[in-house]
């Protein structure tokens, strides 16, 4: 990737310094400043030449420097961004020695060549891929968090939910996408929702 990105990355470093452009005999100089990078997180680790298994490698996260095994006992207090000049030092070390340990350490497996655009800022000016990271990771923790309140203040009951559930299905027009019945297991968090993250959406509008 690094390759094919570098003609654009060549562009707009021209664009930050200036584009003379003459009209009707007159000279203007236009100036443009690289904003942001939108993309998933598979493309954007990509760009930023970071690791792309989410599942194995250890710190996933391109904010932050949490442990993968941390994920379930997360203490905001050991919370420690990633800051850009940090992330250019390590990749600038890792190219020098690829075969450095600090390549799984800290995720990065290369010097991204879009750091060279000025004035563009690695960690907060590649954001949140929210598609993603909400509707397949957090949605699913949430919508148990709102069942479960709902069941211990006596609002709902599963068999309501249920029957809910099963209206829903039947008015929508791609019916497959919602689940048949949720089980308490799943709603006190014993129990994983394994189906696409469309099929959370769906249900989130019980």
Same mark, same amino acid.
């Not at 068999?159 to 949720?182: G, M």
């Not at 297991?185 to 249900?203: C, W």
């Given at each position: 990737?690094?390759? &094919?990105?570098? $003609?654009?990355? =060549?562009?707009?470093?021209?664009?930050?310094?200036?584009?003379?452009?003459?009209?009707?005999?007159?000279?203007?100089?236009?100036?443009?400043?690289?904003?942001? +990078? &939108?993309?998933?997180?598979?493309?954007?680790?990509?760009?930023?030449?970071?690791?792309? %298994? *989410?599942? /194995?490698?250890? =710190?996933?996260?391109?904010?932050?420097?949490?442990? #993968?095994?941390?994920?379930?006992?997360?203490?905001?207090?050991?919370?420690?961004?990633?800051?850009?000049?940090? *992330?250019?030092?390590?990749?600038?070390?890792?190219?020098?020695?690829?075969?450095?340990?600090?390549? /799984?350490?800290?995720?990065? #497996?290369?010097?991204?060549?879009? /750091?060279?655009?000025?004035?563009?800022?690695?960690?907060?000016?590649?954001? +949140?891929?929210? &598609?993603?990271?909400?509707?397949?990771?957090?949605?699913k923790e949430e919508l148990q968090c709102l069942l479960s309140f709902l069941i211990k203040q006596n609002k709902i009951t599963m %068999? @309501?939910?249920?029957?809910?559930?099963? #209206?829903?299905?039947? &008015?929508?027009?791609?019916?497959?996408? +919602? $689940?048949?019945?949720? %089980?308490?297991?799943? +709603? @006190?968090?014993?129990?994983?929702?394994?189906?696409?993250?469309?099929?959370?959406?769906?249900? %989130?509008?019980?």
């Open positions: 990737m690094q390759k &094919a990105i570098r $003609p654009i990355i =060549r562009d707009l470093i021209a664009a930050y310094e200036g584009i003379q452009i003459s009209i009707d005999g007159t000279l203007f100089t236009f100036f443009k400043k690289f904003l942001l +990078v &939108a993309g998933d997180n598979k493309g954007i680790h990509e760009l930023l030449e970071m690791m792309t %298994s *989410f599942s /194995s490698m250890a =710190r996933f996260c391109r904010f932050c420097y949490i442990h #993968k095994y941390e994920r379930s006992n997360f203490n905001i207090k050991h919370f420690k961004k990633r800051a850009h000049h940090q *992330f250019i030092e390590i990749a600038r070390i890792i190219s020098r020695n690829p075969s450095t340990t600090i390549k /799984s350490i800290f995720s990065q #497996k290369g010097f991204p060549y879009i /750091s060279y655009v000025p004035e563009f800022n690695i960690i907060d000016q590649c954001p +949140v891929d929210t &598609a993603h990271s909400e509707t397949e990771g957090h949605m %068999s @309501q939910f249920n029957t809910r559930l099963s #209206k829903l299905r039947k &008015a929508l027009e791609i019916a497959e996408y +919602v $689940p048949d019945e949720l %089980s308490l297991d799943f +709603v @006190q968090g014993r129990k994983e929702y394994m189906h696409k993250a469309d099929e959370i959406y769906y249900l %989130s509008f019980f």
